[in-house]
Structures are given as structure tokens and as C-alpha cells.
């Protein structure tokens, strides 16, 4: 009997993959950092039982309807909005994603991205960098405390409370929103429920941890920023999507925020000429929440081990989709 054929939409290190190949024809597109062109992987996906996939591929209901084969599809990410889990479960076909995994790594990016924007550390160190250090003055570079403030985290899920941790040590007073209540955050962490717009009038830093849905598109608009301090720094380690970019724009220009921080914009990736990139008050990072090698391994080792499990009719440990597993 043909083994199924596995698409890997990446180039991933051999050792990781290795596994499939015991049961599994696998095919990996050659690059590590170019997608692979949407018509290819309609192509490839003609003959696959599995897709091993990246949050900039789009999986939606033309590939499906030209898989017959596609029984299982492993995100290398905690989010999906890449993919029409709707049209997927109709298929049953299984969305996997990596929960939990990546949880520590993208909180210590969120909490330092936040460091980076509050204490201008990016600045500071192009400034010595490209010579300007000519002497001491008291404001050189002064940016605004985080201890003993209060940040705002929107989406208390598994990251949201993992940030939360961390900011026990900076003494902060945690409020939160989220679609329904973390009693082990508000338990264990002391966080503080809030509806959004109180949230969003009381934080010194509000970090946007909230997946990408219909709900959420543009949830940060002009109304959100203008609710806010006008000392606010606001973080975006989720996806670009939720923020209305030109809101934001608009006011960091007029002065109704402070500044922002920014992983994820709404396409990507982000011209160096766009005007959230360029702008004085602003930090951009390239998407890079869950990059560290430690945890980028373990990712793809659960997205291999999610497809396995498929192979072997087991059920995978992280599933978006559970109802397509239930058996009549
Ligand atoms: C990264 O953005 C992820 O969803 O894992």
C-alpha cells in the first residue's frame, strides 16, 4: 500500500521530521523563509493526508475542496486565523495547532517588548551605536516606569496569565478582559476583571493578547486608543488584524497614547516605509513571539507528533476541532 504523503510548507531540520518518515512520504517545500506560492500548495495538497503548516500560509475552502485525501492539518502556531476551521470540520478534516508549548517564550517577548517600548532600550542602543553619547544630561533618554504600574492584559488565556507571572515581580497591579473569567488568574495572580473600556481607561500598558476572530477584528479603534491614557503604551504580541492600524496611527499623532509596541501588524511582512514602523514612538518586531530554538523545537516536534497521531488514529494532543474526533 502507497504511504501517505505529508506536505511541509517549510524547510524544518530533518532530525525533527524524521518521525513521519518511518510511516509517511514526506515532501518539504525547499525554503526555510519564502512561502510556498498559495497555487503550489494547492497543488501539493491534491495528494496529501497531511499538511504540516505556518501561520502566513492560507488553508481555506478551495484547498480543502481539492484535498480528498486531507485528513489532518498540524499549525506551526498557537493561532489559526490562517485557516477556515469552519470549512475544515465540515471535511472533518482535524486543525492541530501548538498550545501551551510556546506559552513562557511569547510572554517574555510580550514583557520585553514592553520593557523595550517603555524604557526606549532599542533607541538607547542605536544611539550609542551610532556615536551620539557625548555626555550625561538628567532626561537623556528617559522613558517611563513599569514597576508599581498597572497593566492591562486583553485575552487571559495560557500566555496572558504566563505574562501576568512575570509582572508579580515588577510589583504591577494586573487587570484583565477577557470573553469569560480566569479564576486562577484572578486567584493565584490577583489579577482584577474589567470591562474593556474600564480596562482600557485605567491601564498604564495594555497588552493585546486576544486571538484573531470576526468578534476581534479592530477591536483596538479609534475609540479604544482615545479611552486610553494619553501616558499609555499599548503591545500587540497577537495579530496585527485586531488593531485598526490607522486608529493607531492616528493616535500616537495626536498625542492620545504614548507609544506602542508592535509584533504582529496586519500584513505581513511590514514594509520598512510604513508610517507604525517609522514612527518615533513606536518599536516593530517581526513577528517573533515564540522564537527561541527551544521552543520553536518543541513546536514542531508537536506539530510531527499531531500528524502522527492522526496517522495512527489516536487522538492528538492539540486540537482545534475536537467535534470532527467525536465517532457516531
Ligand atoms: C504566533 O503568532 C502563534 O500564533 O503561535
Known amino acids: 500500500m502507497d504511504k501517505p504523503l505529508i506536505f511541509i510548507t517549510r524547510k524544518l531540520p530533518e532530525k525533527l521530521i524524521e518521525p513521519l518518515k518511518e510511516i509517511a512520504e514526506v515532501d518539504m517545500w525547499h525554503s526555510e523563509d519564502k512561502s510556498v506560492p498559495y497555487s503550489i500548495l494547492v497543488e501539493k495538497a491534491e495528494r496529501a493526508t497531511g499538511l504540516l503548516t505556518v501561520l502566513s500560509d492560507q488553508i481555506d475552502e478551495n484547498l480543502f475542496q481539492q484535498a480528498p485525501h486531507l485528513k489532518v492539518v498540524a499549525n506551526l502556531a498557537v493561532g489559526f486565523d490562517n485557516i477556515d476551521v469552519e470549512a475544515a470540520t465540515k471535511r472533518k478534516i482535524v486543525i492541530c495547532n501548538t498550545p501551551d508549548v510556546l506559552s513562557d517564550t511569547t510572554a517574555d517577548l510580550a514583557f520585553g517588548l514592553l520593557m523595550a517600548t517603555a524604557r526606549r ?52 497591579n494586573i487587570l484583565y478582559h477577557n470573553r469569560s473569567r480566569n479564576i486562577q488568574a484572578e486567584e493565584v495572580l490577583h489579577a482584577t476583571y474589567c470591562e474593556f473600556e474600564e480596562l482600557l481607561r485605567k491601564a498604564d500598558f495594555v497588552v493585546c493578547l486576544t486571538p484573531l476572530t470576526d468578534e476581534t477584528k479592530h477591536l483596538f479603534n479609534e475609540r479604544a486608543f482615545q479611552a486610553m491614557k494619553e501616558t499609555a503604551i499599548f503591545i500587540n504580541v497577537s495579530r496585527g488584524g485586531v488593531v485598526d492600524e490607522e486608529a493607531l496611527l492616528k493616535a500616537l499623532n495626536a498625542g492620545e497614547i504614548a507609544g506602542a509596541g508592535l509584533d504582529v501588524f496586519a500584513e505581513e511582512p511590514v514594509n520598512a516605509d510604513h508610517p507604525l514602523v517609522q ?50
Open 279 to 328: 514612527h518615533p514612538h513606536v518599536v516593530s518586531f517581526p513577528h517573533i513571539g515564540s522564537a527561541s530554538i527551544e521552543t520553536r523545537t518543541k513546536m514542531i516536534t508537536l506539530c510531527v507528533e499531531n500528524i502522527l497521531d492522526i496517522l495512527h488514529n489516536k487522538e492528538p494532543k492539540a486540537v482545534v476541532n475536537g467535534e470532527v474526533l467525536i465517532k457516531e
Open 121 to 172: 532600550l532599542i533607541e538607547a542602543a542605536q544611539y550609542v551605536k551610532a556615536n551620539q553619547w557625548n555626555s550625561w544630561s538628567p532626561y537623556l533618554l528617559a522613558g517611563r516606569d513599569i514597576h508599581h504600574k498597572t497593566i492591562g492584559i486583553v485575552g487571559m488565556g495560557k500566555i496572558g496569565e504566563t505574562l501576568a507571572k512575570r509582572t508579580t515581580g515588577f510589583d504591577m
